[in-house]
């Protein structure tokens, strides 16, 4: 078992929060959070679109400080597994699957 800190993870957690959880996962989470911020370079050297930026906006998930650390690491398996469904899609298809269900935007909003 390894201890992480969620805050390292999500963005939601304001403090620390430490929780054990088994090496795989904690594999997992590590190899996640690098392939993000690879993501975030790639984005960052091959300068996308202004236009497309700024029809981006965050998505924040909030989980009540209620939930059990098990509940919590459901919700971002699922998450994950989201992720994993629109990243094999072709891109304009992903983009525009993210942008109506993820953050709500109608057709008319996503076109102009």
């Not at 370079?41 to 996308?48: E, L």
């Not at 994993?84 to 993820?102: C, F, M, T």
Request: with cysteine; proline share 4%.
């Amino acid at each position: 078992m390894e201890k992480i800190n969620l805050r390292n993870f999500y963005a939601w957690y304001t403090q620390d929060e430490y929780i054990e959880v088994p090496d795989k996962v904690a594999e997992e989470l590590i190899a996640d959070k690098r392939y993000e911020q690879s993501h975030q370079r790639s984005i960052r050297r091959n300068k996308v679109d202004p236009l497309e930026e700024s029809h981006e906006r965050e998505v924040l998930i909030v989980i009540g400080r209620r939930d059990s650390p098990e509940q919590v690491f459901e919700m971002m398996e699922r998450y994950c597994n989201l992720c994993r469904a629109l990243n094999s899609l072709p891109e304009v298809q992903g983009r525009r699957i993210e942008l109506h269900y993820l953050l709500g935007m109608t057709q008319r909003e996503m076109r102009g």
